[in-house]
């Protein structure tokens, strides 16, 4: 028995796509996934008048991935523009406390917007610079208390060792298909949700696809696989 998908679909259209492809897809797996993740290249090419249209077909988790990284008032601002039509938005963990995800968490709060920060990223780059610093940033995300965390399905032991503090926040885990890691990795680490873009929405049959994800989730949530 499938119970609640854990599959949060990365809606990252390509220049040239006309919408219609992207609100069919919305429409056809609104009640298989758990949520949809807009990606910048969604909403430049679509705009408000994109994820308007999508919130019509569907009322799932909807997730702005602005992966924000400014000074409070700009982030402030920015979701204000946007907040009519998500029900979450991601910020980066590196911006800091101070001056920054502070003052956005109260702002999201205060609209009941939930905040989720990336913690580490799936590519491999995330290595150089963000990686090192995760026990800075992770002091971060303690401070602010987010509703949750990205963390990658490329670098599962991160996703484990984040889950092994007992922390409450949610993890969001993205890289599964095109960036190597495999559906259901996410969650065998201890993620609650996996992101996964093209493997789903540049499939021939993307319903088909999304359903076995789900069989296997099932399966792995059960103690099965
Ligand atoms: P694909 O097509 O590779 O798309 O499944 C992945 C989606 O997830 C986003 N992504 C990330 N977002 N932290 C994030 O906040 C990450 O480490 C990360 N890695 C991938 C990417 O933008 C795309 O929408």
């Known amino acids: 028995m499938i119970g609640v998908s854990r599959i949060i679909v990365a809606l990252d259209s390509e220049r040239g796509d006309k919408l219609s492809l992207w609100l069919n897809l919305v429409d056809s797996l609104c009640g298989r996934v758990a949520g949809f993740k807009f990606g910048l290249p969604f909403l430049l090419q679509y705009g408000l008048d994109g994820l308007r249209a999508s919130r019509l077909l569907c009322d799932n988790m909807f997730i702005a991935d602005l992966k924000l990284a400014d000074i409070a008032p700009i982030m402030v601002n920015t979701v204000s523009l946007i907040s009519d039509y998500i029900d979450a938005i991601i910020a980066h963990g590196f911006t800091g406390f101070r001056g920054g995800l502070d ?39 303690l401070k602010v208390n987010p509703w949750g965390l990205v963390a990658p399905a490329t670098r599962p032991e991160i996703i484990s060792m984040l889950r092994s503090r007992g922390l409450k926040y949610k993890i969001l885990s993205p890289g599964i298909g095109v960036q190597g890691a495999k559906p259901g990795d996410g969650l065998r680490s201890g993620a609650d949700y996996e992101i996964i873009g093209r493997f789903i929405t540049r499939a021939p049959n993307p319903i088909e696809v999304v359903d076995s994800i789900n069989l296997e989730h099932s399966m792995i949530l059960e103690g099965k696989n």
Not at 106 to 122: F, G, H, P, T
Not at 125 to 137: A, F, N, T
């Open 103 to 141: 003052r956005l968490k109260e702002y999201l709060d205060s609209i009941s917007v939930k905040l989720i920060v990336v913690a580490s990223m799936s590519h491999p780059g995330s290595m150089d610079v963000i990686d090192p610093s995760l026990d800075r940033i992770m002091d971060v995300i």
